[in-house]
């Protein structure tokens, strides 16, 4: 197909577009690194070995944040590894396979490991950087599926589709959206509440999508807040 200046000054605006959803979302995945790496850089200094696992562990488990903080920077100045929505799709999915992990290991920490050898501190930092993963993964996942993505949110003229009715959708009509920091509220409000707030899900995959969130968030904090009345307490 030859080449047009429309056509051109489509693939400017898709270009365009691409970059300024990755500017929102990239200090977000950044914030998901630099928690897994906080956590492996404590464990290492404190001598922490949860479920006998060593401190570098942590960053196994950071790794799909990484390539995720690397790919949002480079499409940030203009290239990406990720070129497909699905693609990052894929990666988001194995972030949240990935917190699925670090959680299960906390678990085995809570059910094998006596109160005296499971420090408070140690307790609190892993659950909190579970926790605080579980709302930026799936704030981002939010932010990458609905309305057909980023991209497509920006380039058309109204939202279509929605996965998730905001309160300035009603507000504001079709001329009103989301930035990434929104689908980080949404998130944090489903996994404190266990349940929607004032932004609801619409489609069965957004539903899907909460409704893990928060059986994750449910067990970090209960579990832990269980266990922690005694270790705190001895």
């Known amino acids: 197909m030859p080449r047009t200046p429309q056509s051109d000054a489509l693939v400017a605006d898709d270009a365009e577009a691409r970059m300024e959803a990755r500017r929102q979302a990239a200090p977000v995945a950044l914030l998901l690194l630099a928690l897994y790496v906080l956590l492996a850089v404590v464990s290492r200094h404190e001598g922490w070995t949860l479920s006998g696992l060593p401190w570098w562990a942590w960053l196994i488990v950071a790794s799909p944040a990484a390539l995720l903080g690397v790919d949002l920077v480079m499409a940030w100045r203009g290239g990406a590894l990720v070129r497909s929505r699905a693609a990052a799709l894929v990666l988001l ?75 300035q959708d009603e507000d504001h009509g079709g001329d009103w959206r989301p930035q990434a920091w929104d689908y980080l509220y949404v998130s944090l409000t489903n996994s404190i509440a266990f349940s929607p707030t004032d932004t609801m899900p619409l489609s069965l995959r957004a539903k899907a999508f909460m409704g893990v969130e928060s059986a994750i968030s449910a067990a970090t904090v209960l579990l832990v807040a269980a266990r922690a009345v005694n270790v705190l307490g001895s």
């Not at 799936?138 to 279509?160: I, K, N, Y």
Request: no cysteine; net charge negative; hydrophobic share 55%.
């Open 93 to 167: 999915g194995i972030l949240v396979l990935a917190n699925a992990v670090a959680l299960g290991i906390l678990v085995a920490a809570l059910i094998t490991t006596s109160t005296s050898d499971l420090t408070g501190g140690e307790l609190l930092l892993t659950a909190f950087a579970i926790w605080s993963a579980d709302v930026i993964v799936f704030g981002l996942l939010f932010w990458e599926s609905d309305s057909g993505g980023p991209v497509e949110r920006m380039l058309a003229p109204t939202r279509v589709a929605r996965d998730f009715r905001f309160p």
